[in-house]
T-cell receptor
Framework: GQSLEQPSEVTAVEGAIVQINCTYQTSGFYGLSWYQQHDGGAPTFLSYNGLDGLEETGRFSSFLSRSDSYGYLLLQELQMKDSASYFCAVRDVVGYNQGGKLIFGQGTELSVKP | NAGVTQTPKFQVLKTGQSMTLQCAQDMNHNSMYWYRQDPGMGLRLIYYSASEGTTDKGEVPNGYNVSRLNKREFSLRLESAAPSQTSVYFC????????????FGPGTRLTVT
């Protein structure tokens, strides 16, 4: 089977740093992505890690360790608008050449408090 | 560009009724996807179309059918709706080769009574 594990909810205060972890167990692996979803709206892409290491995009960073089947999303200088659900997703190797598909985790609800 | 559009935004069906959810993208993307999202759950793939003319089953295809009408449009059909199909349905598209990002539509909120 294929599974991704991430915490169901995280709470932090404005200005703080928060890390959302994701561990995966999939039959194939071709990269870890992160998506943000506000209030049940359209998920939006945040980042992608195809290789081990840290990728930084502004206040957000994402890390991947393929040997540990583990990644995380790091949000710095938290703002109230960062309150949302965050999903990790693994690209299934099978069928990549035809477009591939993503397997999503169940999501982490982040609440940012003043 | 409108991106990915979905119609309708909301729908209430009675058990046994049928309906088609419409999805269109104007980004000239090759791959398109249908997901469902239930409360407290992640997105589960129903069907996908890697390119025009092809469709494949995802994780939860039972009770659904799809049609890739052309490169722009990918529809999802419920032939005989059941309460278990009450969910939010998202369509997404992706450029395919060399692209990691999926673009999602605003969703269709479906209730089956």
């Amino acid at each position: 089977g294929q599974s991704l594990e991430q915490p169901s909810e995280v709470t932090a205060v404005e200005g703080a740093i928060v890390q959302i972890n994701c561990t995966y167990q999939t039959s194939g692996f071709y990269g870890l992505s992160w998506y943000q979803q506000h209030d049940g709206g359209a998920p939006t892409f945040l980042s992608y890690n195809g290789l081990d290491g840290l990728e930084e995009t502004g206040r957000f960073s994402s890390f991947l360790s393929r040997s540990d089947s583990y990644g995380y999303l790091l949000l710095q200088e938290l703002q109230m608008k960062d309150s949302a659900s965050y999903f990790c997703a693994v690209r299934d190797v099978v069928g990549y050449n035809q477009g591939g598909k993503l397997i999503f985790g169940q999501g982490t609800e982040l609440s940012v408090k003043p | 560009n409108a991106g990915v559009t979905q119609t309708p935004k909301f729908q209430v069906l009675k058990t046994g009724q049928s309906m088609t959810l419409q999805c269109a993208q104007d980004m000239n993307h090759n791959s398109m996807y249908w997901y469902r999202q239930d409360p407290g759950m992640g997105l589960r793939l129903i069907y996908y179309s890697a390119s025009e003319g092809t469709t494949d089953k995802g994780e939860v295809p039972n009770g659904y059918n799809v049609s890739r009408l052309n490169k722009r449009e990918f529809s999802l059909r419920l032939e005989s709706a059941a309460p278990s199909q009450t969910s939010v349905y998202f369509c997404a598209s992706r450029e395919a080769l060399g692209s990691y990002e999926q673009y999602f539509g605003p969703g269709t909120r479906l209730t089956v009574t």
